[in-house]
Structures are given as C-alpha cells and as structure tokens.
C-alpha cells in the first residue's frame, strides 16, 4: 500500500461490526450505531472503518470505535 489513496464508501453496520472483530481484536465492536462510513484503496479492499453511534445524553454524535489494517496507517 506504498503511497495508495484511500478514498471515503459506504459500509453497512454488519460490514463494519466484523471488521472491526477482525482487526481490533482488543475491543469488542459498539453495540449500537448510528451510521459507519469506510475507507477503500483504489482496488476497492476495505482499510479502515468509523462507527458512529450516540452517547449519553443523546445530543450529539461520537465515534466510538474507529479500526484500520495495520499498512493503511498514516505513520511514516
């Protein structure tokens, strides 16, 4: 993935959910959700998940769990 872009797709909760059972293997997934949202490389393989659900109070939006594969991290 030297130098590839990631580019923004859609993901469903259930898509999201076993990504990040996949690669986060140290946090269960959120129990609830509002949406989640994707990163792709330019071949399409998904590299990076941000699930979006709701705190406490529900006035706002947080993203509790964010998980990405180990060569789409930004660090050089």
Known sequence: MNGARLHLVPV????????VRAWHRHHPPPAGQI????????????RAVAI?????PAT???????CMTP???LSR
Do not use: M
């Not at 979006?52 to 406490?56: A, I, K, L, S, T």
């Open 60 to 66: 706002s939006a947080t993203a509790p769990s964010s």
């Open 35 to 46: 949406f989640a949202v994707g990163a792709a490389d330019e071949c399409g393989t998904l």
């Open 12 to 19: 469903r909760s259930r898509e999201a959910k076993d990504f």
């Open 52 to 56: 979006v659900g709701r705190p406490w």
């Open 71 to 73: 060569r789409s991290r």
